[in-house]
Each structure stands twice: as structure tokens, then as C-alpha cells.
């Protein structure tokens, strides 16, 4: 019933920067947050930022500063500005939006199919 699409994935060079899209769609009520995950090789999945319905943050501390999440209300989307990228950060990064589906009262998590980030010269 509800479908996340994920875009702007790719290579970039250490330093360098990506922005990250989600759109989610389908029949959704609201959507009470949006958050990027990433899992690199060998590495369990970290939650990266989260943003809420009412627009409030937050952000792993290795990103602080140089990331940013925002969003689209009216398109349901969400972003992810990533500047200064360390190879460390190499990863498939993930949307995931909790979504109130037909009524406010039926919530679940939606994920996106995940974006290759690779960070290397």
C-alpha cells in the first residue's frame, strides 16, 4: 500500500557530496517520521538522522555538521545533504518513513529498496 522510491545514490570522491531523495507514495494518512539508515560492509544498520512530523531532528554524532535531513511535506518526501564524505561512510543507505495508513491509528514502518553510496578516489 505504500511504496518508498530512493534516489541520488552513486560514487563520490572523499570530501565530496551527495543529496539523497525519498518519495513516498501511496495511500498514507500521514507520516509521523522519516529517517536514513546506512549499513556499510561487515557493519550493522545505524540510524544516520530522523526527521518528525511537527520538523524536529536528529543526527548520528558522526554526521553533525555536515548532514542535513529535511523534507516535503506535500510531496512526502525527504532529503539527505551529505557534504564532506569519508570513505568510511561507504554504504546502502535506507529511507524509512513510519506511516499512519488508512487511519491514524494504523502505523507501521515502510522501507525504501536502499541506495549504494561508495566513497572512494
Known amino acids: 500500500q505504500v511504496q518508498l522510491v530512493e534516489s541520488g545514490g552513486g560514487l563520490v570522491q572523499p570530501g565530496g557530496s551527495l543529496r539523497l531523495s525519498c518519495a513516498a507514495s501511496g495511500s498514507i494518512f500521514s507520516i509521523s517520521a522519516m529517517r536514513w539508515f546506512r549499513q556499510g560492509p561487515g557493519k550493522e544498520r545505524e540510524l544516520v538522522a530522523t526527521i518528525t512530523r511537527g520538523g524536529s531532528t536528529n543526527y548520528a554524532d558522526s554526521t553533525k555538521g555536515r548532514f542535513t535531513i529535511s523534507r516535503d511535506s506535500a510531496k512526502n518526501t525527504v532529503y539527505l545533504q551529505m557534504n564532506s564524505l569519508k570513505s568510511e561512510e561507504t554504504a546502502v543507505y535506507y529511507c524509512?518513513?513510519?506511516?499512519?495508513?488508512?487511519?491514524?491509528?494504523?502505523?507501521?514502518?515502510?522501507w525504501g529498496q536502499g541506495n549504494q553510496i561508495t566513497v572512494s578516489s
Open positions: 524509512n518513513a513510519d506511516c499512519a495508513v488508512g487511519s491514524i491509528f494504523n502505523i507501521k514502518a515502510y
